[in-house]
């Protein structure tokens, strides 16, 4: 007998980084189904359009998943807007591709606060809200590349093993709470984030569409792990039993190291200029500082002894 699927119209889901990719195709398909939609991007204005286009059921709001105040922020307005919040999809993520030993550590260190540390706060907030009420969902969204390596995305690839591992860890620790885990693991999928990137042999890119699909299956079913295409999670499971050799062939004959270390960066610059950390301004010159407030000093005196000196010379 065939499970029964659950329902979830009028349910309350939050996504992040929802205004592309596959952000977007998931707020479209849980939409369709009933449930009441939330989107929160960094682009504001992006953000709040695609919520329009979505349709008039659909919340988009401002969102940093790096910053606490911000992502706190969000997950309020949804439940002061809905009245609660029983999913969260961490979506939100970024993949700039190169050599590792070349890449700036400000870019390190933006995929790990963005990939890692938006999933961890996504879930401790959620959790704030969602364990009192003894129920809620926790969509994660990985990688296939967070269970097997690629050349040219090392810092990615770490990131989203952590998200696997932070996944598989919490589900053990949330056990009887009510809260339930999901973890997603597309292959290469056609958004931004495969702009110039090569193709797997024999794989095409998965589509959006079909992550939001298999998000809604998770959710309906209960599903605790989804691979995309399914025959990538036989490949995965194919390398802790086969000979490394093997399996070295098995990366050459696929490309799986050609993915991101011969990208066209033509194709792809668009992609990681709006990827790229934020430019702090620059720190002030104490130096340069002192000589300013010097020279505004010198200038009241002169100034005003300028001023003295024409006085007098009115009275005389």
Not at 111 to 118: A, E, K, P
Not at 256 to 271: E, N, S
Request: include cysteine; glycine fraction near 12%.
């Amino acid at each position: 007998m065939a499970k029964q699927l659950r329902s979830l119209s009028g349910r309350v889901v939050a996504i992040t980084g929802g205004a592309r990719g596959i952000g977007r195709a998931t707020a479209a398909a849980l939409a369709a189904q009933g449930a009441r939609v939330a989107i929160g991007d960094l682009d504001a204005e992006l953000t709040r359009k695609v919520a329009a286009d979505l349709g008039p059921g659909v919340l988009g709001v401002e969102l940093d998943v790096t910053d606490r105040d911000s992502f706190s922020s969000f997950l309020d307005r949804v439940i002061a807007e809905f009245g609660s919040l029983d999913v969260l999809v961490n979506n939100a993520g970024i993949v700039p591709a190169g050599d590792f030993a070349d890449e700036a550590d400000a870019v390190t260190a933006r995929v790990i606060d963005v990939n890692l540390g938006g999933t961890l706060l996504g879930c401790k907030l959620a959790l704030a809200r969602m364990l009192p009420r003894g129920e809620g969902q926790i969509v994660n969204i990985s990688s296939g590349l967070g269970r097997t390596p690629a050349a040219g995305t090392v810092s990615y690839c770490a990131s989203k093993y952590a998200v696997a591992g932070l996944t598989d860890a919490l589900r053990a620790e949330l056990g009887g709470s009510g809260v339930e885990l999901h973890l997603i693991l597309p292959s290469l999928t056609a958004t931004d984030m495969a702009a110039g990137a090569k193709r797997l042999r024999g794989m095409r890119l998965v589509k959006p569409e079909r992550v939001a699909a298999a998000i809604v299956e998770a959710l309906q079913t209960g599903r605790r792990e989804v691979y995309l295409p399914r025959r990538l999670g036989w490949l995965i499971g194919l390398q802790a039993i086969t000979p490394p050799r093997l399996v070295s062939a098995l990366r050459r004959m696929l490309g799986v190291d050609r993915m991101f270390t011969r990208v066209d960066p033509l194709a792809r610059a668009a992609y990681e200029a709006r990827i790229a950390p934020p430019v702090a301004p620059p720190a002030p010159d104490p130096a340069a500082t002192v000589a300013r407030a010097a020279a505004s000093v010198a200038d009241a005196l002169n100034g005003g002894a300028e001023a003295g000196f024409a006085g007098h010379q009115s009275h005389e």
